[in-house]
């Protein structure tokens, strides 16, 4: 079946450490995102890309890289500038403009 | 500039009644619309979209959602629920002249009472 894989599913940082969180999709999709969540703020859009060797900044790219090498594969990093890193981390993807996005199941990561 | 607002941060509805979600969006024209669900520790689902023509649009689990210019709304209802659509419901929109973004609302958290 189709779809999008996010790994680890749960993910423990060190202070100072950067940590790199893993999506892959299978659905030949040219664009990609990465999108973090916290408690009652909704998604907010860290990176996207819609094609490859190219993406751009979201709403909150600060602390953040990614890199999309492949179609397939959109890995995001969440470096040691990122202060407040603990949150649920989705990855999706999407066909092109007004196609829905299909979501991954998260990654949760947390502060050790 | 543009929002979509989820006015209800939680709603709780008995098993077996119905159901309505608000969502309303700031926009001048007339945007592409998803409804998404979440359920705890997953990733979002698509229940349904609207692009354009028919206002009520179906989707999957029973849901429908109706797209109202007038009022910059577009609601999900379901005549009767279920305790398994317990859940965080989200509301997009997309910009007609937009790169491939999407605007969420906050959500609405569905608590369903047995």
């Known amino acids: 079946d189709g779809g999008i894989t996010q790994s680890p599913k749960y993910l423990f940082r060190k202070e100072g450490q950067n940590v790199t969180l893993s999506c892959e999709q299978n659905l030949n999709h040219d664009a990609m995102y990465w999108y973090r969540q916290d408690p009652g703020q909704g998604l907010r859009l860290i990176y996207y890309s819609q094609i490859v060797n190219d993406f751009q900044k979201g709403d909150i790219a600060e602390g953040y890289s990614v890199s999309r090498e492949k179609k397939e594969s959109f890995p995001l990093t969440v470096t040691s500038a990122q202060k407040n890193p603990t949150a649920f981390y989705l990855c999706a993807s999407s066909a092109g403009f007004r196609q829905p996005q299909h979501f991954g199941d998260g990654t949760r990561l947390s502060i050790l | ?114």
């Open chain 2, 1 to 114: 500039a543009q929002s979509v607002t989820q006015p209800d941060i939680h709603i709780t509805v008995s098993e077996g009644a119905s159901l309505e979600l608000r969502c309303n969006y700031s926009y001048g024209a007339t945007p592409y619309l998803f409804w998404y669900v979440q359920s705890p520790g997953q990733g979002l689902q698509l229940l349904l979209k609207y692009f354009s023509g028919d206002t009520l649009v179906q989707g999957i689990k029973g849901f429908e959602a109706e797209f109202k210019r007038s009022q910059s709304s577009f609601n999900l209802r379901k005549p009767s629920v279920h305790w398994s659509d317990a859940a965080e419901y989200f509301c997009a929109v997309g910009l007609m002249d937009s790169n491939y973004q999407l605007i969420w609302g906050a959500g609405t958290k569905l608590i369903i009472k047995p």
